[in-house]
Nanobody
C-alpha cells in the first residue's frame, strides 16, 4: 500500500551529500519500524537501512559509515543522510514501513513511490 512520500533526491557528484526524507504513513495507533531500500536499473531492490521504534538501526555493508538513518516520530518523518556518495549509489530510493504493533486493522506495510538519486563520477 502506498502512503509514504519520499523527497530529497537529485543529481550530485561523487563525494557530495544528499538527505532524503520520508513522510508518513500518518496516524498514531499503528506503529511501524521503517526502512530504506534502493533499486538500480536491472537490479533487484536492495535493503539500505532500517530504524526500529526503539531507534535501533541497521545498515547494509555497502553504506555503513557513509549513511545515517534517523526519524522524528512527532513529525512522522524518517531521514537518510547520505554522505560521500559514490556512482554505485545511483538508484531510486524507496521508504517502507513494517507494522510493529497496533490494532488488527492496521495496514501491515507501506511503500513510497521513490525518489531518484544520481551520482556522477
Amino acid at each position: 500500500q502506498l502512503s509514504l512520500v519520499e523527497t530529497g533526491g537529485g543529481s550530485v557528484q561523487a563525494g557530495e551529500s544528499l538527505r532524503l526524507s520520508c513522510l508518513g504513513p500518518g496516524g498514531t495507533r499503528c506503529q511501524y519500524d521503517k526502512s530504506w531500500f534502493r533499486q538500480a536499473p536491472g537490479v533487484e531492490r536492495q535493503f539500505v537501512s532500517r530504524i526500529n521504534l526503539d531507534d535501533t538501526t541497521t545498515y547494509a555493508d555497502s553504506v555503513k559509515g557513509r549513511f545515517t538513518i534517523s526519524q522524528d516520530r512527532a513529525k512522522d518523518e524518517m531521514y537518510l543522510q547520505m554522505n560521500t556518495l559514490k556512482p554505485e549509489d545511483t538508484a531510486t530510493y524507496y521508504c517502507k514501513t513494517d507494522l510493529r504493533r497496533g490494532p488488527n486493522w492496521c495496514v501491515r506495510e507501506h511503500w513510497g513511490r521513490g525518489t531518484q538519486v544520481n551520482v556522477s563520477s
